[in-house]
């Protein structure tokens, strides 16, 4: 048994696979002359065709396909229509792509009848009406789940959002029979979708595993040697064992999926699951990817309106605010009579103002003497960093001594007010207990069993449920960009309530 390697994942080089999955065929041929180059060794079982062993590299393609299908295909070579297509002849489903310059990769897979006679077309109209109203990204996703269930016939179909830096994802919604388990809300760390798989998603967008039961077929290149072929933008490519285990342990024996690209990112994955073996045709497949296409040009517009009203709504705030203090006669100790709507508009429990070794504050804040200890704490970060601000959602991971503030300032926003005597404004926000549940535990997502490949799939995707301790809710864009001209406001009050100026004056006389 080799030792369990958690790297390796990311390592694998899954688009360089010498086989496809068993239930189609595949063959590359040379671009000039379509000859044939490589082959799966199940060839044979849909064509009447010497045996495979007996046929030599580089004859023509028409020895292996039905002459009428030979001369669609050539012509569509002839017009440089691979990039890729697909298409329908009698009972076969037919996919040319290109490998290389000069390889063109061509796929095929006998076509499943569809009793339930779907129209394809209503269901897409249906969703693209169904965008106009979506109030917000999981209602629209929510959409996307229930159209492609009812296209594919799949018995859970999820929308896994990818979250960066890590890359761990989070099903944000989902569609499903009564039957089938539900991960809605849960989350899965990023090796369960390996580096090297979140790639191939960016070439090839969709991903169909037809029966984690069928073997692969080998490719064969001279039919004695296997071969390093790259197929990235092939449908059919064989699924990798650890791969195939892990779909086992989920109890899921069809799989489909479909990347939703944003910006040329990955920001999601339609995953669909079923207990039997599927068949999708690859003009199914396409709409599928169309509907994938129109929430990725939707969700982002849909999240920055929804950050524009959020701005809006606080720039509103904050200026109705400033307006109060302005007409103010004593704008200063207003202030912390109006503490209140300070805490509002930053979504604050309290606030305070380090000056002098003096603290003034309002609402939830941590006592007089923690605040000016944690002040000059705050001081020598900000030198070290040479900044005027510091932002935290997790204070006590910059000093384990904070955590005992956790109830008042698990995260906080500090600005000087100015550079001679390092006074502060700091926004505290206290701890918020946050429950995360996972498929799975994901410390065990990987364990040693009876597997004898580099690593192992984890077996489990019971719900596990983990609490986040020691966060405040996050700070956003604009609260921080707000908190620094609030702080330029308090200066100003400051200045004009005297009491800084004789602080002020008598530093610069002592300078001078």
């Excluded at 290109?98 to 063109?104: A, G, P, V």
């Excluded at 929510?142 to 890590?166: E, Q, W």
């Excluded at 990235?232 to 479909?258: C, D, Q, T």
């Excluded at 699951?273 to 169309?290: A, G, L, Y």
């Amino acid at each position: 048994m080799k030792s369990v390697d958690l790297t390796s994942c990311d390592k694998e080089q899954i688009h360089l696979i010498h086989s496809i999955q068993g239930h189609g065929i595949f063959t590359a041929v040379s671009k000039a002359d379509l000859k044939i180059l490589f082959i799966s060794e199940n060839a044979t079982s849909f064509f009447d065709m010497p045996e495979p062993s007996k046929m030599k590299v580089g004859e023509k393609l028409n020895l292996l396909l039905p002459h009428e299908l030979f001369k669609i295909i050539q012509q569509k070579v002839l017009n440089h229509i691979v990039h890729p297509v697909s298409f329908v002849w009698q009972n076969l489903d037919v996919y040319l792509y290109k490998i290389d310059e000069t390889l063109i990769g061509i796929e095929i897979e006998k076509i499943v009848e569809d009793s339930s006679k779907i129209d394809s077309g209503i269901i897409i109209n249906n969703f693209l009406e169904s965008m106009k109203v979506a109030k917000d990204v999981a209602e629209l996703s929510l959409f996307a789940c229930r159209a492609i269930r009812t296209l594919t016939g799949m018995s859970r179909v999820m929308l896994y959002r990818f979250f960066p830096p890590d890359m761990y994802g989070e099903v944000i919604a989902e569609d499903r029979t009564s039957g089938s388990h539900s991960f809605a809300g849960h989350r899965f760390p990023a090796s369960d979708i390996p580096r090297p798989a979140r790639d191939l998603y960016l070439k090839n967008q969709v991903r169909l595993i037809n029966d984690i039961t069928t073997e692969n077929s080998p490719i064969l290149s001279g039919f004695n040697k296997q071969t390093n072929l790259d197929l990235s933008n092939s449908r059919l490519r064989g699924v990798s064992e650890i791969h195939l285990e892990y779909l086992k342990n989920m109890g899921v024996r069809g799989s489909f999926s479909v990347a939703i690209k944003v910006e040329g990112e990955l920001w999601g994955l339609i995953a669909c699951h079923s207990p039997d073996p599927v068949f999708i045709s690859h003009k199914n497949r396409s709409h599928c990817e169309t509907i994938s296409n129109c929430l990725a040009l939707s969700a982002p517009l849909i999240e920055k309106g929804l950050r524009q009203e959020s701005i809006i709504s606080f720039n509103k705030r904050f200026q109705d605010f400033f307006v109060k203090l302005k007409d103010s006669l004593n704008p200063y100790s207003e202030l912390f009579k109006l503490g209140s709507e300070v805490n509002q508009i930053f979504h604050t429990l309290g606030f305070a103002v380090v000056s002098n070794d003096k603290v003034n504050a309002y609402g939830l804040t941590p006592l007089s003497e923690d605040v000016l200890n944690l002040a000059k704490e705050l001081n020598q970060i900000m030198d070290r960093q040479n900044k005027r601000i510091f932002v935290t959602d997790a204070l006590s991971e910059h000093g384990k001594e904070w955590y005992l503030l956790k109830d008042q300032a698990s995260g906080l926003i500090a600005l000087r007010l100015n550079e001679i005597d390092n006074s502060l404004l700091v926004f505290f926000r206290p701890e918020i207990l946050q429950t995360i549940h996972w498929g799975g535990d994901p410390r065990k997502n990987f364990e040693q069993r009876n597997y004898q490949g580099p690593i192992n799939p984890r077996a489990s995707f019971e719900t596990w449920t983990e609490v986040i301790k020691n966060k405040s809710e996050p700070w956003l864009k604009h609260e921080i960009d707000g908190a620094k001209n609030f702080s330029d406001l308090i200066f100003d009050l400051l200045i004009k309530n005297n009491s800084l100026i004789q602080e002020l004056g008598s530093k610069l006389k002592m300078r001078s």
